[in-house]
């Protein structure tokens, strides 16, 4: 990487992605970069977090990252910080998180769990938080004279706080991820879209915008005309490097064997959040038709389908879905639920082949995860999937149930196909990395 001149850039760091107490794709993109540029001697990293529970953030961070990094709060108690408790777990929600693990399919289980919730709200309202609206932190004369002394605020999302707002002399970099929220509202609950948009409307022509891919720079350039395009400078993501080919069959199976998979039978996997947006009620439709239609065909007749990811919003359409199918079918398909970080490389390397049908994308790191993986891919030919995987997988109309059929068939029978496509995605894989979009952010940096 280019070299500054003598005096350290000073960076604003915004951490309120780490929030979320589970590993979203903006923390990973998040913590790839920030320990990236930490690594840089050039570069005097700060710590601020833009919503209000920062204390949250910081701790989730310092557990992700795997130690802890000084942090800037609105209090200024930058160095001495002494993490706060975590809110004890309800006995009522120790039960569902473990109901939920081990019954993921049971539709009536859910049911229960719903109900059970409800009587226990008519007794005893829950507290009322509305997710409607943005609860903003308080302005920081603290954090305005943090501001006033750096150079650079930088955040992995689009937010940015009201101190920085108000000093036109530091540069704002923002990280876009997409616009779907604003294209497919029917994918968000309201609320959330009320949450997305304002942000948005706080975009001005003078920021340095860093979109995923360039379907996203051209989704934002069209839906906000007010922008320039030298503004843009596409970063595209990478993947971690834990995901690689394996050969160690033993490792393998023992995570396949936590999941309740087994070892012995072969699966299509598909990774990402239980929404509506990911299509996995079109991917079930799609296997039940397979299984149905090569039942008595002994190359794939064992197969199963391995579905991995958090609950997510609507996710009840997906198990309408798999109520819908014969039971015969039923068995062979797995819901995980959320797997492990470390436990997703073993995942992709067990599996015949990955399939990702989701209807809209900003980027798409599973495919990604899978090339590197040596794992064959079937995606959706829409949005910045095509981007993603080149010609290096099987590309299928999303809603195209016929293609996707078939291509299950040739991939799972054509032993010369899987090595052609795990070749190629191999190759494909080595064009994204981590290093490399944190450079093209650096040199804007510089510059």
Avoid at 173 to 196: A, G, M, Q, S
């Amino acid at each position: 990487m280019p070299k500054p001149a003598s005096r350290k850039i000073k960076v604003l760091f915004d951490i309120a992605s780490f929030v979320s107490n589970s590993v979203t794709g903006i923390q990973r993109v998040s913590l790839e970069i920030l320990k990236r540029f930490l690594q840089q001697d050039d570069l005097d990293i700060t710590l601020i977090c833009s919503d209000p529970k920062e204390q949250q953030a910081w701790r989730n961070l310092n557990a992700a990252i795997g130690k802890n990094l000084p942090f800037q709060s609105k209090e200024a108690e930058c160095q001495e910080q002494s993490e706060p408790p975590l809110p004890p777990k309800s006995f009522l929600r120790t039960c569902e998180d473990s109901v939920r693990r081990y019954f993921p399919r049971n539709k009536l289980v859910h049911i229960f769990i719903e109900t059970i919730r409800k009587i226990k709200w008519f007794i005893k309202s829950p507290p009322k938080v509305t997710d409607d609206i943005i609860i903003e932190r308080p302005r920081s004369p603290y954090l305005e004279t943090v501001v006033c002394e750096s150079d650079i605020y930088f955040s992995p999302f689009h937010f940015s706080v009201k101190e920085v707002d108000g000093n036109p002399n530091i540069k704002q970099f923002l990280i876009l991820y997409d616009v779907i929220p604003l294209l497919f509202p029917e994918f968000y609950p309201k609320h959330w879209i009320e949450r997305f948009d304002p942000p948005w409307k706080h975009i001005t022509p003078y920021m340095f915008l860093f979109p995923i891919s360039e379907q996203t720079k051209t989704d934002v350039l069209k839906d906000f005309p007010h922008l320039r395009e030298e503004q843009f400078t596409v970063i595209p993501l990478g993947a971690d490097e834990k995901f690689c080919p394996c050969s160690d069959k033993a490792k393998i199976n023992t995570v396949l064997k936590k999941y309740k998979i087994p070892p012995e039978m072969p699966y299509i996997l598909s990774v990402a959040t239980m929404e509506i947006r990911k299509n996995f009620d079109f991917v079930i439709r799609c296997f039940a038709l397979f299984a149905e239609k090569h039942k008595e065909d002994n190359k794939v007749k064992n197969c199963l389908l391995v579905l991995t990811g958090q609950k997510g919003w609507k996710d009840e359409k997906i198990y309408d879905t798999y109520d819908k199918i014969p039971l015969w079918i039923k068995r062979k398909i797995i819901f995980t639920g959320y797997a492990d970080d470390e436990d997703l490389p073993f995942l992709y390397n067990g599996a015949k082949c990955f399939t990702y049908m989701s209807l809209y994308e900003g980027f798409g790191l599973p495919p990604l995860e899978a090339m590197q993986a040596g794992t064959p891919v079937i995606v959706s030919n829409t949005s910045s999937l095509p981007e993603v995987v080149g010609d290096a997988g099987i590309l299928l109309d999303p809603k195209d149930k016929t293609a996707l059929v078939d291509a299950f068939y040739r991939v799972l029978t054509d032993e010369n196909l899987r090595k052609e496509l795990t070749a190629k995605g191999l190759e494909q894989a080595k064009k994204f990395s981590w290093d490399k979009c944190v450079e093209i952010i650096y040199e804007k940096m510089v510059q």
